[in-house]
């Protein structure tokens, strides 16, 4: 089975972290939410990818080439107007084969457990095109599901009132037929459209989510994705070529990659991860759930708290940060 991941969009809600890169792009626990999703699918056994591209393409692609995603055949398709979900999924329209069933993913959405995995089941039990859904915190924002008794989705309402919430909401990930470009063509492209006339003709079931899941597309949202992705960590990593003086302190799970230099008398508490290239000074604190991109730089007497660092970003000595995020190549 293909699969489609959708990543063209800019993301106006998370401005101005995705002002220099596409959403799925945004970093978490070291790694971006795409690498997340490659993995996983990785994971579930696909390995044909099409990746769907439009705001700050290149460096989506440029990013995806340094990885090693060994085994994955990671192929891309421009949206060049930003027209919208089903106008995304239209571009793709000649890689899928008549007949053929095809896994759409929301590029924006993550899960620490393999969502990937569970929908396939569903789609193999139901022998139907399958939806997953889910329980989020809070349900107004998304497109709400309502179920039968035989899992078969009965109605969506998108951007619901207060006044008509179903339980459950798409969680971004679903297996359809080829035949649903025909339905997106037919209704003016609108994702919201097609599925609602999928639901009212050949019908679509819907697979359980009951892990976590997170669709992140405001700030603070990434601080909520890192601490998702670092709780179901369950063994640190050390990379070789790491440096650390006399009296570092390691506690917990922690990922430390390729020529991070760690002064005397630093502190590590984990789960927290650091970024090839990085400088930790001496006597700093780096605690729980943070996260330092590549080449970063933390002075002498520096404390981080709860922080989602980006790339190239430099905090001078004795400062403090704590429950935020840093875009990339900032000072402070």
Not at 111 to 132: E, G, L, R
Request: hydrophobic residues 40%; negative net charge.
């Amino acid at each position: 089975m293909k699969a489609i991941i959708l990543a063209a969009g800019k993301g106006a809600h998370i401005s101005p972290f995705s002002d220099t890169r596409p959403q799925p792009m945004i970093g978490v626990a070291g790694r971006t939410i795409l690498d997340n999703s490659l993995e996983l699918l990785k994971n579930s056994g696909i390995n044909d990818i099409f990746v769907v591209v439009g705001h700050k393409r290149e460096k989506l692609i440029e990013a995806l080439q340094e990885h090693d995603h060994d085994g994955l055949n990671i192929h891309y398709v421009e949206q060049k107007q930003n027209r919208g979900i089903g106008n995304a999924v239209l571009q793709v329209k000649n890689k899928i084969s008549p007949g053929e069933y095809f896994l759409l993913i929301y590029g924006d959405i993550l899960t620490a457990d393999n969502i990937f995995s569970k929908i396939q089941q569903s789609f193999h039990a139901f022998k139907s095109p399958v939806a997953s859904i889910c329980l989020p915190p809070s349900n107004q924002e998304f497109g709400n599901v309502f179920l039968n008794a035989q899992m078969e989705i009965t109605k969506i309402v998108e951007k619901p009132k207060s006044n008509n919430l179903g339980n459950y909401v798409l969680a971004g990930v679903f297996i359809l037929p080829a035949s649903f470009f025909q339905l997106l063509e037919s209704n003016d492209s609108s994702m919201e459209k097609a599925l609602k006339k999928m639901v009212a003709g050949d019908g679509l079931r819907a697979s359980m989510w009951e892990d976590e899941w997170l669709d992140v597309v405001r700030p603070w949202e990434v601080l909520m994705a890192n601490k998702m992705i670092m709780d179901s960590w369950t063994e640190s990593s050390i990379a070789k070529t790491a440096t650390m003086e006399a009296n570092v302190t390691l506690q917990g799970i922690v990922k430390i990659e390729d020529e991070v230099l760690i002064k005397a008398g630093a502190v590590i508490e984990g789960p927290c991860s650091i970024g090839r290239g990085s400088y930790i000074g001496n006597n700093s604190l780096i605690r729980s759930y943070t996260s330092l991109g590549k080449n970063c730089e933390a002075g002498s007497g520096v404390e981080l708290k709860n922080c989602v660092v980006m790339d190239n970003t430099q905090i001078g000595r004795l400062s403090f940060i704590g429950d935020s995020v840093l875009g990339e190549n900032v000072d402070i």
